[in-house]
């Protein structure tokens, strides 16, 4: 079975500073990798997803992600916050059809 | 790209009645489409997974009788709350597997907007 864990559940940036939110997986194979975006009382909108192309993703907002398979790693990155971007992330991997398992979710806040 | 649509957005309703939460894949055909409850501050947690036209399945902990999951037709499922108590006050949400049209096996899920469930 797949985990997904996402270290600090809490991450504070100033307007403008680099965002990077953690997400390592653990898989027996080759995994799908997701992130997601929540803002309060919504549902959760796709930010960007790995399928096995480019190591490298770029998604919505200014994010991008690294698959990097020998940290089995998925850290989510943008080079300036905004305040908008003050949201919860949360990332998934995907085992199958079926399955989509969930990190416990990173709650991003901007400082102005 | 995938739309997935959620009714109602907000519900609030008192101890006993039941409550229905619809989902709606509004531009591809969905024959499975998962339900998940969020707890505050937490992630959220699958509670069962909506076939089209067969018996959902149930994560373990989750009362089938209590949570009624439809999926009469490939864009539809409905999830009502059976005799609801406080306890099942919680933000309920919907998804459905899709890309451009067509279910693939590795297409991320898209998820409608949240149904605030309150119950007095």
């Known amino acids: 079975a797949q985990s997904v864990t996402q270290l600090g559940s809490h991450v504070s940036v100033s307007e403008g500073a680099l965002v990077l939110l953690r997400c390592n997986y653990s898989s027996s194979v080759p995994p799908y990798l997701f992130w997601y975006v929540q803002y309060p009382n919504q549902g959760l909108q796709l930010l960007l997803k790995?399928?096995?192309?480019?190591?490298l993703v770029k998604g919505i907002n200014g994010f991008e992600a690294e698959f990097k398979k020998s940290e089995t790693s998925f850290h989510l990155t943008k080079p300036s916050a905004h305040m908008s971007d003050a949201a919860e992330y949360f990332c998934a991997v995907s085992e199958g059809f079926n399955k989509f398992y969930f990190g416990s979710g990173t709650k991003l806040n901007v400082k102005p | 790209g995938a739309v997935v649509s959620q009714h109602p957005s907000r519900v609030i309703c008192k101890s006993g009645t039941s409550v229905k939460i619809e989902c709606r894949s509004l531009d591809f055909q969905a024959t499975t489409m998962f339900w998940y409850r969020q707890f505050p501050k937490q992630s959220l947690m699958l509670m069962a997974t909506?076939?089209?036209?067969?018996?959902?399945?149930?994560e373990q902990g989750v009362e089938k009788d209590k949570f009624l999951i439809n999926h009469a037709s490939l864009t539809l499922s409905t999830l009502t709350v059976t005799s609801a108590h406080p306890e099942d006050s919680s933000f309920y949400i919907c998804?459905?597997?899709?890309?451009?049209?067509?279910?693939?096996?590795?297409?991320?899920?898209?998820f409608g907007n949240g149904t605030r469930l309150t119950v007095t």
């Open positions: 909506s076939n089209e036209g067969s018996k959902a399945t149930y």
């Open positions: 998804s459905a597997r899709g890309d451009r049209g067509r279910p693939y096996g590795n297409s991320p899920l898209h």
């Open positions: 790995y399928t096995s192309a480019a190591t």
